[in-house]
């Protein structure tokens, strides 16, 4: 039972590229969500998805698509890639909102 | 929309002294409330939850955290900490039936020898 899994773990990205941080769970949770976390500012939600084919945006949703083809995986897209989104990348499962477990977290770094 | 106030970013203590995290969040609507832990260059793991019931819940490490209705709050306390404890904790509000979480910015707990 492997839980959530990211991948990569790191990764560099150049200013204007784009890339997918991928997020698979195991559990068969319907909730899953993308947060980002930035030093002082805490976990402030992306975009989130309540089931295969449902999407939402969180907090800060500009420059990142979601999709969620699958119960299993929800993959977070950066169409072109910006330093203001140099960051540690956490995905997240649930159900029922009684609690959510978290990924191991993808560090990226856009120069 | 719910908030979430960490009143301290970073609280240093010694060994086996006391500590409290304070943790206040806005809406006083039914309310999830948590507390998850964050190690160095690790993922965030929860450490307490309060659903309903008993407004003091207790964590398997000796944390606990009291749900204050009429102060919107949800410190969280430990009699006596150890070096282990080193880390950051974020306290976190959802709305009772949404899976929304909302953070706030963290306390870096810091335990000195």
Redesign the interface.
Known sequence: NAGVTQTPKFQVLKTGQSMTLQCAQDMNHE?M?W?RQDP??????IH?S?GAGITDQ?EVPNGYNVSRSTTEDFPLRLLSAAPSQTSVY?C?T?T??????????TRLTVT | AQS?T?LD?QVPVFEEAPVELRCNYSSSVSV?L?W?VQYPN?????LL?Y?SGSTLVESINGFEAEFNKSQTSFHLRKPSVHISDTAEY?CAV?D???????????TKLTVNP
């Open positions: 909730y969500s947060y002082g500012m805490g976990l402030r939600l989130y309540v969180g956490f997240a649930g029922g909102g009684f609690e959510q477990y978290f990924g191991p977290g | 979430v960490q970013s999830y948590f998850y690790q993922g965030l793991q929860l939850k659903l974020f959802s009772r039936g949404s899976e929304k979480l909302v953070f706030g910015k963290g």
